[in-house]
């Protein structure tokens, strides 16, 4: 039930919507006081619940007299739901692209923080398309996100890039040769620092307890940056050889 919970809070529902709709869902058609009683909030918090969850379309109601019988619509719903913010989103896209785009800053630097943040880093490489140049990596990614390193390897597939990355040659995981190619340098110490260069960009992360990393959004400085890995990359040596 906690994963239930945690999905649908990710959607944004608040608590009240969850526990609400969660005991429409289980228990099916309910007056609202008992409603209130199940979820354990008070009969006010219960009615604005209600009332959010019917503008969603994840509840109805029928009249029985002069009495509302709440019930939940069938979990698919919740897919529609999704769907239409999607949408929503995309049709507001070409006036949020124009607005970022006026206001952007040359040379601007973002800084981001935990694995929300670490994501946030990734997907823009994503949307950049750009061939990833890599180096510092220990394969922290795929272990402390695994599922996230597998989408992304899905993704990046999808987008037609590859990723050059320079590691130690005693690195266990060098994720998959077919989307990316690998070369070390000797007397490389461990680090927990992470250089990716692609396009005009460049991110340097920090897989720490709390990891948190940088966007450097300046052409010359990824530029200076390319150069310095093409150098290692040329001096590298390939693995098993």
């Known amino acids: 039930m906690a ?7 990710k959607l944004g529902f608040s608590p009240n919507e969850i526990k609400v709709y969660l005991t429409l869902n289980d ?10 009683k199940f979820a354990k909030i008070d009969r006010s918090s219960c009615y604005n619940a209600l009332k959010l969850l019917l503008e969603k379309g994840l509840a109805s109601y029928v009249l ?4 509302k019988w709440f019930q939940a619509t069938g979990p698919k719903r919740l897919l529609e739901f999704v769907k239409e913010q999607e949408e929503e989103v995309n049709s507001i896209l070409p006036m949020l692209h124009e607005r970022h785009k006026a206001n952007k800053i040359e040379g601007q630097v973002r800084l981001f923080k935990g694995i929300k943040g670490v994501k946030s880093i990734f997907m823009d490489i994503l949307r950049t398309g750009k061939d990833n140049y890599v180096f510092g990596s220990e394969g922290q990614l795929s272990e402390k996100m695994p599922e996230f390193a597998y989408q992304f390897d ?5 987008k037609g890039f590859k990723t050059k990355l ?14 990316s190619d690998h070369r070390y340098l000797p007397n490389v110490s461990e680090s927990s620092a992470v250089t990716n260069i692609y396009g005009d960009k460049m991110t340097i992360i920090i897989w720490t307890d709390e990891p948190e990393g940088i966007i450097i959004e ?3 400085a990824a530029k200076a940056y390319k ?15």
């Not at 320079?166 to 989307?179: P, Q």
């Open 218 to 220: 300046n052409a010359a």
């Open 3 to 9: 994963e239930v919970e945690k999905t649908l809070e």
């Open 154 to 158: 899905r993704m990046k597939k999808e």
């Open 64 to 67: 029985i007299g002069e009495i």
């Open 27 to 36: 228990r099916g058609s309910m007056k609202a006081g008992r409603i209130a």
């Open 166 to 179: 320079l590691c130690r040659k005693d690195r266990k995981e060098i994720g998959h040769k077919k989307y």
């Open 227 to 241: 150069s310095y890995f093409d150098f290692m990359w040329k001096n590298g040596k390939e693995f098993g050889k």
